[in-house]
């Protein structure tokens, strides 16, 4: 017997495609895109070559009713830039009937299986995807997907749009997206933007975001981009630095010394190792005992 195709998510009912050439100006951008980042160099080398050979493919638009533009791209955004860099009149098309959610969706799709979207924006987007898929918001989504993580129960709903959604992603799982990829959102903005424009891997990224203080972080990553250390590098570079400050506290600054001990007791205070293990215990009431005592003096 013949297989049965998996449907996809962008599959839909749809009056069909219409193969065309638009003016460019009768095409408004895409009301979303995974991709947020374009490589300025590789946009001009892209439009060079449109200029001499004309645009490889056809962009995805739909009709757009109400608005000055009659057509609003759907997929292929860096060809359309590249094609307003090489001031190109008209690009073929494929026009499709959709209503935002199918636009969305399209887009995503198309877009999480190109290798070189970064892994940012294949996070943003997969987020974006399974809130489009479930009708739930992305700090909930979340929420469960760290459930589903740990063995507890969600609702079979979410399970179903899960396994959906990365049934339709190329070599990622959703357990490694749970464990891996959220926490990159939540990395510092220069380290999300290295990270964006392929400076660094995100496992780097990660490794640095470990450092506390914002000046040490801000040079380490410059180290990083810089000399393309190693990830063993990096980890010895952050065990110097918290050597140093393990030992030299005598040296600083009574504010950077109060910086530290609420570095220190926010670490503590999350620390699920310090607080599971019961021989921590006495250790945690004298040091308490002995901080209350400090302040009653």
């Given at each position: 017997?013949?297989?049965t195709r998996k449907?996809s998510?962008t599959?839909?009912?749809s ?6 050439t ?5 095409i408004?951008p895409?009301?979303y895109?995974?991709?947020?980042y374009?490589?300025p ?7 060079e070559?449109?200029?001499?050979h ?7 638009v739909?009709?757009?009713?109400g608005?000055e533009?009659p057509?609003?791209l ?8 590249a094609a ?7 690009v073929p098309v494929e026009?499709?009937?959709?209503t935002?959610q199918q636009?969305?969706?399209l887009?995503l799709e ?7 979207l ?5 996070t943003?987007?997969i987020l974006e995807?399974?809130?489009?898929t479930?009708?739930l918001e992305?700090?909930?989504i979340t929420?469960?997907l760290?459930k589903?993580?740990k ?5 079979t709903?979410f ?6 959604v990365?049934e339709?992603i190329?070599?990622?799982t ?6 891996d990829?959220l926490r990159?959102?939540?990395l510092?903005d220069?380290?999300?933007e290295a990270?964006?424009q392929?400076?660094?891997e ?5 490794e640095?975001?470990k450092?506390q ?6 040079e380490l990553l ?5 000399n ?6 990096i ?12 030992t030299d506290y ?7 010394l ?6 220190t ?11 599971s ?8 009431e ?7 005592s400090?302040i009653?003096e």
């Amino acid at each position: 017997m013949p297989r049965t195709r998996k449907r996809s998510l962008t599959d839909f009912e749809s009056p069909g495609i219409v193969q065309d050439t638009l003016p460019l100006d009768s095409i408004a951008p895409p009301i979303y895109n995974p991709r947020t980042y374009f490589d300025p160099e590789k946009l001009q080398q892209l439009a060079e070559s449109f200029s001499e050979h004309g645009v490889i493919g056809r962009l995805t638009v739909r009709p757009v009713e109400g608005k000055e533009q009659p057509y609003e791209l759907v997929v292929g955004e860096r060809r359309f830039r590249a094609a307003r860099l090489a001031n190109l009149a008209e690009v073929p098309v494929e026009i499709k009937e959709l209503t935002d959610q199918q636009a969305i969706a399209l887009a995503l799709e198309e877009n999480l299986n190109r290798e070189d979207l970064n892994p940012i924006e294949e996070t943003e987007g997969i987020l974006e995807l399974l809130s489009l898929t479930s009708g739930l918001e992305k700090p909930e989504i979340t929420s469960l997907l760290y459930k589903m993580v740990k063995g507890r129960n969600v609702p079979t709903h979410f399970k179903k749009v899960v396994d959906q959604v990365f049934e339709s992603i190329k070599n990622l799982t959703w357990q490694t997206f749970a464990r891996d990829r959220l926490r990159l959102l939540n990395l510092p903005d220069p380290i999300l933007e290295a990270i964006k424009q392929g400076n660094i891997e995100y496992t780097k990224g990660i490794e640095i975001a470990k450092v506390q203080e914002q000046s040490v972080q801000d040079e380490l990553l410059d180290e990083v981009i810089t000399n393309n250390l190693s990830i063993k590098q990096i980890k010895d570079l952050i065990a110097q630095h918290k050597g140093k400050t393990s030992t030299d506290y005598s040296e600083l600054s009574t504010e950077d010394l109060i910086k530290d001990v609420r570095q220190t007791y926010q670490k503590f205070s999350r620390s699920k190792k310090v607080w599971s293990e019961q021989k921590n215990r006495k250790k945690i009431e004298t040091l308490l005992k002995q901080l209350k005592s400090l302040i009653e003096e």
